[in-house]
């Protein structure tokens, strides 16, 4: 059974420091990646996805991949208390179809 | 656009009943995929329809059964229910060949 593995936190960070956020993953042959933030009591909503090695940006927040090591992460750049959430990792359930296997999300609090 | 939209929020339901949630895509969205997220977990896939059929399944019980109607709807039936079927269970759409699902807000599921 495929597993995404989080550190389940809770990750706390000062206000504008940068927020590393990491995930490993069990199958080698999971080709696209996804960073959801959920808020508490909330659905989770998608930040970005990454499906090649290296880093791709968006605004504050940076995915990196490592295919080699089977490891993805997120980096969130002058953190705010909103980014105050949990952030779930997860990789394709099979390559049919867009169905998620989540991780167990780890928590952010970031401290004014 | 409303989005994903989920009925019930809210709702309780005795061990041994059955329940059944609803859940409409957003507009243009023709993939429904269910998940159940207990607390403190990740969501857990359960099974995705796509054109009225079921397309792939997670590993969860055949008391867990669903619909897709032509107009892309879809419900989740809930057969004999668990106390340990308490979760919030979330519906995701999307549209064939793009990388987002996004979330309708979820039905709260409380077995006593």
């Known amino acids: 059974q495929k597993e995404v593995e989080q550190n389940s936190g809770p990750l706390s960070v000062p206000e504008g420091a940068i927020a590393s956020l990491n995930c490993t993953y069990s199958?080698?042959?999971?080709?696209?990646f996804f960073w959801y933030r959920q808020y508490s009591g909330k659905s989770p909503e998608l930040i970005m996805f990454?499906?090649?090695?290296g880093d791709k940006e968006d605004g504050r927040f940076t995915a990196q991949l490592n295919k080699a090591s089977q490891y993805v992460s997120l980096l969130i750049r002058d953190s705010q208390p909103s980014d105050s959430a949990t952030y779930l990792c997860a990789d394709e359930f099979s390559n049919s179809g867009y169905a998620l296997n989540f991780g167990k999300g780890t928590s952010l609090l970031v401290t004014p | 656009d409303a989005g994903v939209t989920q009925s019930p929020t809210h709702l309780i339901k005795t061990r041994g009943q059955q329940v059944t949630l609803r859940c409409s895509p957003k507009s243009g969205h023709d993939t429904v995929s269910w998940y159940q997220q207990a607390l403190g977990q990740g969501p857990q896939f359960i099974f995705q329809y796509y054109e009225e059929e079921e397309r792939q399944r997670g590993n969860f019980p055949d008391r867990f059964s669903g619909h897709q109607f032509p107009n892309y709807s879809s419900e989740l039936n809930v057969n004999a229910l668990l106390l340990g079927d308490s979760a919030l269970y979330l519906c995701a759409s999307s549209s064939s060949g793009d990388n987002e699902a996004f979330f309708g807000q979820g039905t709260r599921l409380t077995v006593v």
């Open positions: 199958d080698r042959g999971s080709q696209s």
């Open positions: 990454i499906y090649s090695n």
